[in-house]
C-alpha cells in the first residue's frame, strides 16, 4: 500500500518571498559632498550602484579652470633657463628665445589638451585599479574601480587646485618647478635646494594631499571591493610605489 503524504496534494508549498535588492541612498552631487565628511557612506553607496560621470566632468572642468589662473603665474624664460642650468647647457639668448616662444604657443593649447587627455588618463588609471583587484581576489567590476578611484581622488585635488589658484594670486611670476611649493604641503619644502634631484622628487611625493587620498582609496577598495583593508592597501600603494621611484628615477638621470 503507497504511502500518502501529511499534506494534501492540493495544498500549495509555502516560500519565502524574494529579498528586495539594496538600493542606493545618494545622488551624484550628495557623494561628491559627503566625500569630505563620510566616505564610508559614499564607498557604500558605491558597492550597491556606482557612479562616475559627474565627478570626472568637475575635475576635468576645474582642472582646466585652474590652468587658466596659474599658466599666467609661470616665467617661461626662467624654467627654461633652469632646466638648461639643471642638465649642464649653455643657449644663446636667441636660442633661448626661440624655445619661449614655442613653448609659449604649445601653453596656449594646455587647457583643450587637459580636456582630452584628462579623462583618458582617469580611465588608465582605474584599469590598473581593477586589474590589481582582481589579482588580490576582489570580484569589483572596471566601473566600480573606476567610481572608487575618482571619489577617492576627489576631496584632495579640489582642495589642492582651490588653495594653489588662491595663493599663487599672491606672487609674481616663477619657474615651473617652483608651482609645487605654492601650497607647502609636501615634504620636498624641507630640503635644501642643493638637495639631489631624485631626494627632492622623491620628497615631494609626499604631501598631505597624497597621504590623504591613500587613505580614502584603502577605504574605497576594502568597502566596494569586500576584501580586507591590506589587500586594498596593496591595490593603492603599487601604482603610487611605482609612481614615487620612477618620479625619482627621472629626476636622477635628468637632474
Known amino acids: 500500500m503507497e504511502e500518502t503524504p501529511d499534506r494534501p496534494s492540493w ?13 542606493a541612498q ?6 561628491l559632498w559627503m566625500m569630505f565628511a563620510s566616505p564610508g557612506k559614499v564607498f557604500a553607496d558605491i558597492a550597491i550602484k556606482p557612479s562616475w560621470v ?34 649642464g647647457t649653455e643657449l644663446s639668448d636667441e636660442q633661448i628665445e626661440g624655445f619661449v616662444e614655442q613653448s609659449e604657443k604649445f601653453t596656449k593649447f594646455a587647457p583643450a589638451i587637459g580636456i582630452v587627455v584628462g579623462p583618458i588618463a582617469w580611465f588608465i588609471m582605474a584599469a590598473i ?10 570580484d569589483a567590476d572596471y566601473v566600480k574601480a573606476l567610481s572608487t578611484a575618482i571619489h577617492g581622488y576627489w576631496p584632495a585635488s579640489i582642495v589642492q587646485l582651490i588653495l594653489t589658484s588662491v595663493l599663487i594670486q599672491r606672487m609674481g611670476k616663477m619657474p615651473q618647478n617652483e608651482l ?6 609636501h615634504l620636498g619644502v624641507l630640503l635644501s635646494p642643493d638637495a639631489p634631484a631624485w631626494l627632492t622628487a622623491a620628497a615631494s611625493t609626499i604631501s598631505i594631499f597624497n597621504i590623504w587620498t591613500v587613505v580614502l582609496l584603502i577605504l574605497g577598495f576594502a568597502t566596494v571591493g569586500k576584501i580586507s583593508k591590506g589587500r586594498a592597501a ?11 621611484v620612477g618620479k625619482a628615477g627621472i629626476a636622477m638621470i635628468t637632474g
Open 11 to 23: 495544498e500549495p508549498e509555502l516560500t519565502m518571498p524574494p529579498r528586495p535588492e539594496p538600493q
Open 26 to 31: 545618494f545622488n551624484q552631487l550628495q557623494r
Open 54 to 87: 559627474l565627478a570626472m566632468i568637475l575635475l576635468v572642468i576645474l582642472g582646466v579652470a585652474a590652468q587658466f589662473v596659474i599658466i599666467p603665474h609661470v616665467d617661461t624664460e626662467a624654467t627654461i633657463r633652469a632646466r638648461m642650468a639643471e642638465r
Open 129 to 138: 585599479f581593477f586589474v590589481l583587484l582582481k589579482m588580490v581576489g576582489s
Open 180 to 185: 609645487a611649493n605654492v601650497v607647502k604641503s
Open 234 to 244: 596593496v591595490v593603492t600603494l603599487v601604482p603610487w610605489a611605482v609612481w614615487l
